[in-house]
């Protein structure tokens, strides 16, 4: 079965700065997704990146990356230039790219980590 | 405003009442999911249906029943839980193409249910 720990209950960064969150993950798969989500106070769970492991360029979304490390099994989220709005709590999480089994449509998530930013 | 809305957004009940939770998506998708959150728990998978056919049942208790009567409608049939059964849910949907799958899942806001 397949595990995600985000180690980071908690970060906090002051608006205009960068911060990382972390995200590791354990699986026996070749081929997967890894993606992190956003729920702010209104809980819904919003997408922010998304990763294929095929592909070894990283993903940029504005001002989203990621570190993808296959080998490491690490998946690190980087804020750029963080805004209020971007206080939230951050959820790494799992897909598996194998279309039968018992993983089908099952997202696997970290405990999360609370981001606050600080004006 | 969300491609997958939920409701109602709160819900009270008490452990001998019989609720249903609706969850719409307009995205033209054709999975959906019901997932669950517990404080201090990951969120945790409860149904799969793609193309209305249930295709998982993680190990839910059966007084939760789900229903899929169309893609774009699910709802989550309540009966007689139990207080530990509070928690948020959330609806979910994505586009499947049979053997391709990853494509990205979209939540709703979620429905707050309160079991007393």
């Known amino acids: 079965a397949q595990t995600v720990t985000q180690s980071q209950p908690e970060m906090s960064v002051q608006e205009a700065e960068t911060v990382t969150l972390s995200c590791t993950y354990d699986?026996?798969?070749?081929?997967?997704?890894l993606f992190w989500y956003k729920q702010p106070p209104s809980r819904q769970m919003i997408l922010v990146i998304r990763?294929?492991?095929?592909?070894?360029q990283n993903a940029t979304e504005n001002r989203f990356s990621v570190n993808f490390q296959k080998a490491a099994k690490s998946f690190s989220l980087k804020i750029s230039d963080s805004q209020l709005g971007d206080a939230a709590m951050y959820f790494c999480?799992?897909?598996?790219?194998?279309?039968?089994?018992?993983?089908?449509?099952?997202?696997?998530f970290g405990q999360g980590t609370i981001l606050t930013v600080h004006p | 405003e969300t491609g997958v809305t939920q409701t109602p957004r709160h819900l009270v009940m008490g452990m001998t009442n019989k609720k249903s939770l609706k969850c719409e998506q307009h995205?033209?998708?054709?999975?959906m999911y019901w997932y669950k959150q517990s404080a201090k728990k990951p969120l945790e998978l409860m149904f799969v249906?793609?193309?209305?056919?249930?295709?998982e049942n993680n190990s839910v208790p059966s007084r939760f029943s789900p229903e899929c009567p169309n893609s774009s409608h699910l709802f989550l049939h309540l009966h007689t839980l139990q207080p530990e059964d509070s928690a948020l849910y959330l609806c979910?949907?994505?586009?499947?193409?049979?053997?391709?799958?990853?494509?990205?899942?979209?939540f709703g806001e979620g429905s707050w249910l309160t079991v007393v």
């Open positions: 999480a799992y897909r598996s790219a194998d279309a039968g089994g018992t993983s089908y449509g099952k997202l696997t």
């Open positions: 990763q294929e492991a095929y592909k070894q």
């Open positions: 995205l033209g998708h054709n999975a």
């Open positions: 249906y793609n193309f209305k056919e249930q295709t």
């Open positions: 699986t026996s798969e070749s081929d997967y997704y």
């Open positions: 979910a949907s994505s586009a499947e193409r049979g053997e391709v799958v990853g494509n990205t899942i979209y």
